[in-house]
């Protein structure tokens, strides 16, 4: 080993100077690392903090349970129900291939399933869940569950998704939910941002989406920490979510049950209603759908068959179709003759079955003529001539001011979609929306609620409320909201002269229940029940000259399109009314044999409470109400058998 | 000084020795790696697996070896020091053809117990081997050109290899030290100048003719230097470090987030947690006051090393000191830099607190020859 060769005492001052002044070079660097950090870590530090919360936290909405829909009685119609699904998450499943064949031998599973399953795991980070399958039975889930240890990855967890008990019964009235589309995010103003969830569900049509505010709640949310690759490792805090509101309808269910099982087969409406609170009791519309299936995802070829259908289940044929309001219409062009002080009830008439007016030859609907028709006559035989005389001498703009005064051609506000205005027709909207002038062949085919009237059933409801109460009776759907009461608006008196009224009513009681009455054959001999009602046939076709010389075909033999649509409106009982019906049955031939029956049952359904006794029928017409009842049992029995398995399913 | 010697110009022999060792360095060394083990079971998640353990075994390692260097006389050290040089090199040509692969580069060679890294070997054996040249080399030659091409050389060839590894930061540090060196030793300033300048010449040069005429540089080449030198503009690769190890800092504030208690960390926002970015965690658990204590020990480690060279007369011990303190300077002030978003992400790793096995055990011996230094001086 050697020692060292130099002399220690060599200057060695160049180097200590050298080093010194490195010294101070290093000092500087560490300065600036110094001030950098206190940079960052004093002066920025909030801002930092900030960033680094936002890098962590997330926040997540937590979905509102959407408010319930009730009927008047409480019974539920819309309802959120347990959605069992079974989830996978990859990074706990190790042998995925494995695992998803150990549960496809537990339930079924599609082997599109298993790969649509597996492509969207491979899409999704490891620690994500993916749902393989979706309402699945409770056994099923037991069973998952049951085989969990077999099963790594595997959970059953339960959400709530809209259902429907009723089925297809409230189709048109709640109408159903759906998710978010593009569409409603541009037709929705607000910016919930419950709508950015993904598969959220609001709702599409009718009361669902009338209601769909009060429904559809407030979020919740919560925070989350997240780390880097966004996996969750806590919840913070969380805020939950404001449930919407429960609302309960004025609909009786099973009284709406009851009318659709009465209209079934026929492309028909009827609309039921209490004629002191317009509650709207029924909405009925034939045929109908089955909202569920929208909820579940309908199928094209499910959809297709309904929209093509020529009976049109979408449409609900008591609020959103309109229709010319034929002979029950009658009512509103005597009363504004008479409210005009032009005609008085004994005034007569005399009809030989048609009228000339302005060259044209109009026709009463009996070739004979009824010869002198009074306002009562009128009413009760529904002579045509009558009220051709009488709208010549009122004018159209009389007529068509007390149509809106009694409710026809105007827009009722209830929550439904689509809500149609009808029209009740005057030369000011001629003018304007035709540009022509009025004429008045014009008048006289709006006197007997043909040409260019045009009413909804719901609207023809409320005037025959109107007409039995005297008073501006407004339709209500919504009986409360949570629980809180819905305001009965309207009830006002229409200041109809009670003398003209009751001229009007005492026609009406006839039509029901005397021997010319054109509805006698549909009346009951309950005399608690006695009606107060009127037949309307309109005609969707013009009949020409042509073939009237020919003799004119009978509805039976013409194409069913082409048929005539069959009215009926009535309010019962007549000394103490309680409800007003209105039903129309599309094509349907004459508004006494085709509407008519169907008011009267559903009128006494609707006031016995159930299903009317044979007793409170004509011995004539006991047998045909027999059949048409039992039918209808076995179909409200198949229904609900079919709603049994719909809860299980 | 010691208090049981009163004759000068002696030097210390046997057992006597460890009393002539300077413990303060011991001491800030041990508390720097200390900091280091609480970082790496921090950013384990409260867990001694799988950093802090490993790390604290060869810090022991590291220690012994420390002390064992710390007892040869530093003569020794200087006579192997060409030996350890070209044992350094053969170790990088063995890298070159066997080595594994490692983070994309060739960087190890797995030894079994432990993976040697031996561009950390050559950042000391080069200071030892430059401190040995200028011992040799007599005073009034220093600054001749032809004995300045020489160590210019042995710069060159360690660092030619390492480059080929490809590992800049190294590269650049080896020549930092270097260059270093040569200014410890008294190359003339004339030189340093010169470098410097033409340096900053050639930069200005490629930079002011980008887009004209006489550009110097392909567009693509200044693409790349563009995002080497500013991160922020490739956000989802190294600009997506730097963000996230910015905020990890700023977030700790003035007295940090808690012992485990930083989310960045924690939750994997930083990259490299355990290793180049770990002065991060420290700055958001501990804050300002933790960040900066940090860089005051380092500031005391390094001028405790040139303390203890200022008061050798010995050349060799002199030099190699000021080299492995100037070293170890580089090796933080460079990491700090990086990780504050000061300079481009070169790899390096913060000493005696990163987690790697070379980098902890080479440091140590080097500072086991600065404690050789320091005991073997006449008193």
Redo the contacts between chains.
């Keep these: ?4 060769r ?1 002399d ?3 200057n ?1 001052g ?3 100077r ?2 010194v002044i ?2 101070g070079a ?2 500087a ?2 300065g ?3 001030l ?3 940079e ?3 002066k ?2 909030d ?3 900030l ?3 936002e ?2 936290i997330n926040i997540r909405l937590l979905p509102p349970a959407r408010g319930q829909i009730f009927d008047r009685t409480g019974f539920p119609i819309a309802v959120n129900e347990p959605n069992y699904r079974i989830t996978i998450v990859r990074e706990d499943a190790g042998d995925i291939d494995e695992v998803l064949y150990r549960l496809s031998r537990i339930v079924s599973l599609s082997p599109e399933k298993i790969d649509e399953t597996k492509a969207e795991l491979k899409r999704r980070s490891p620690f994500v869940p993916v749902t393989i399958l979706d309402r699945l039975s409770w056994d099923d889930v037991a069973e998952v569950s049951a085989n969990a240890p077999a099963l790594p990855g595997v959970t059953a967890d339960l959400g709530l998704s809209r259902a429907y008990p009723m089925g297809a019964d409230f189709a048109h009235v709640i109408g159903y939910v759906g998710p978010v589309s593009d569409f409603d995010l541009n037709r929705i103003e607000d910016p919930d941002p419950l709508l950015q969830i993904p598969r959220f569900q609001i709702g599409k049509t009718g009361v669902e989406l009338k209601e769909e505010r009060e429904l559809r709640g407030k979020a919740g949310t919560k925070r989350i ?5 966004g996996r969750v ?1 806590r919840e913070l805090d969380r805020e939950e979510a404001l449930a919407g509101q429960d609302i309960q309808l004025t609909i009786d269910t099973e009284l709406q049950n009851w009318v659709q099982a009465r209209l079934a087969g026929e492309a028909a409406s009827a609309v039921i209603m209490d004629v002191q609170t317009g509650d709207l009791l029924a909405i009925g519309s034939a045929p109908t759908f089955d909202p569920n299936l929208f909820v579940r995802g309908i199928s094209t070829t499910d959809y297709n068959a309904l929209l093509n259908d020529p009976y049109r289940p979408f449409r609900s044929k008591a609020v959103q179709d309109i229709y010319p309001p034929g002979s029950t219409f009658k009512m509103i062009t005597a009363l504004a003759a008479f409210e005009a002080g032009l005609v008085d009830a004994n005034e007569t008439v005399r009809c030989v079955g048609h009228k000339e007016v302005a060259d044209t030859r109009f026709h009463c609907w009996k070739r004979a003529g009824h010869g002198n028709v009074d306002l009562f006559k009128s009413i009760t035989e529904s002579c045509d001539v009558y009220y051709y005389d009488l709208a010549l001498r009122v004018g159209i703009d009389n007529i068509a001011e007390m149509a809106r005064k009694l409710g026809v051609g105007v827009r009722h506000d209830i929550p439904m979609s689509a809500v149609a205005s009808g029209l009740a027709p005057d030369k000011a909207w001629k003018r304007e929306v035709r540009d022509q002038d009025w004429r008045i062949g014009d008048t006289v085919n709006a006197s007997i609620g043909q040409g260019y009237v045009l009413s909804s059933p719901l609207q023809l409801a409320v005037m025959t409320a109107r007409l039995a109460t005297g008073k501006s009776v407004e339709p209500r759907l919504i009986k409360s909201r949570d629980g809180v009461e819905t305001d009965i608006s309207g009830g006002q008196d229409l200041g109809i002269t009670g003398s003209t009224l009751d001229t009007i009513r005492r026609s009406m009681y006839a039509v029901s229940n005397e021997r010319r009455g054109t509805g006698y054959r549909s009346r009951t001999v309950n005399a608690a029940f006695k009606m107060a009602g009127k037949t309307g046939t309109s005609q969707v076709r013009r009949i020409t000259a042509a073939e009237r010389a020919r003799g004119v075909t009978r509805n039976q033999d013409l194409p069913w399109e082409r048929r005539d649509h069959a009215l009926w409106v009535n309010y019962a009982p007549f000394d103490n009314p309680r409800i007003a019906v209105s039903v129309i049955v599309e094509h349907g031939g004459g508004g006494s044999t085709a509407a008519a029956p169907i008011g009267r049952d559903i009128t006494l359904r609707a006031l016995y409470g159930d299903t009317p006794p044979l007793s409170a029928y004509p011995n004539a017409a006991r047998a045909d109400v027999r059949n048409t009842f039992r039918q209808m049992e076995a179909l409200l029995r198949s229904l609900d058998s079919d709603r049994n398995q719909g809860t299980k399913a | 000084m010691s208090y049981l010697e009163y004759s000068v110009r002696q030097i210390p022999t046997g057992p006597r020795k460890l009393l002539y060792l300077n413990w303060p360095l011991v001491l800030m060394i041990t508390a720097v790696a200390s900091i280091g083990f609480l970082m790496l079971y921090s950013v384990a998640g409260g867990s001694w697996t799988p950093w802090a353990m490993a790390q604290v075994q060869r810090f022991a390692l590291g220690m012994t070896l420390m002390f064992i260097v710390a007892m040869v006389p530093i003569w020794f050290w200087r006579n192997t020091a060409g030996l350890a040089f070209v044992g350094t090199l053969v170790l990088l040509l063995i890298v070159e053809f066997l080595g594994d692969v490692g983070g994309g580069s060739q960087r190890w060679i797995d030894l079994g117990f432990m993976r040697l890294q031996p561009s950390e070997l050559a950042k000391i054996t080069l200071v030892m081997l430059l401190a040995a040249y200028y011992d040799w080399l007599p005073r009034e030659k220093t600054s001749r050109p032809f004995w300045i091409v020489v160590p210019l050389f042995f710069i060159m060839l360690p660092v030619f290899l390492v480059l080929r590894q490809p590992d800049l930061g190294t590269s650049l540090l080896l020549i930092m030290g270097g260059g270093m060196m040569m200014w410890f030793a008294g190359v003339h300033w004339g030189y340093f100048a010169a470098v410097i300048s033409s340096a900053v010449g050639v930069v200005f040069a490629v930079f002011q003719s980008r887009g004209t005429d006489w550009q110097l540089l392909k567009n693509y080449q200044y693409d790349r230097i563009d995002t080497f030198l500013d991160p922020s503009s490739n956000p989802l690769g190294t600009g997506y470090h730097i963000t996230q190890s910015k905020i990890a800092l700023g977030s700790g504030g003035w007295t940090g987030r808690g012992f485990m208690q930083g989310t960045q960390s924690r939750l994997n926002f930083l990259p490299e947690k355990h290793t180049d970015f770990i002065f991060t965690t420290l700055a958001e658990e501990f804050g300002f006051v933790g960040a900066f204590s940090l860089l005051l020990l380092y500031g005391l480690i390094v001028i405790f090393c040139v303390i203890s060279a200022a008061k050798t007369k010995d050349r060799f011990a002199q030099l190699v000191s000021l080299g492995i303190a100037g070293t170890f300077f580089l090796f933080f002030a460079v990491n700090m830099a990086m990780v504050m978003g000061l300079a481009p992400v070169v790899g390096v790793p913060l000493p005696l607190v990163s987690y790697g096995g070379s980098a902890m055990l080479v440091l140590l011996v080097a500072f086991g020859i600065v404690q050789s230094a320091h005991v073997h001086r006449a008193r």
């Design positions: 080993m050697k020692k060292p130099k220690p005492s060599e060695t160049l180097t200590t050298r080093a490195m010294g290093q000092l660097v560490m600036v690392l110094g950098r950090m206190r960052l870590q004093v920025q530090a801002q930092y903090r960033l680094a919360e890098n962590r920490e997240v780390n880097a690759v490792i």
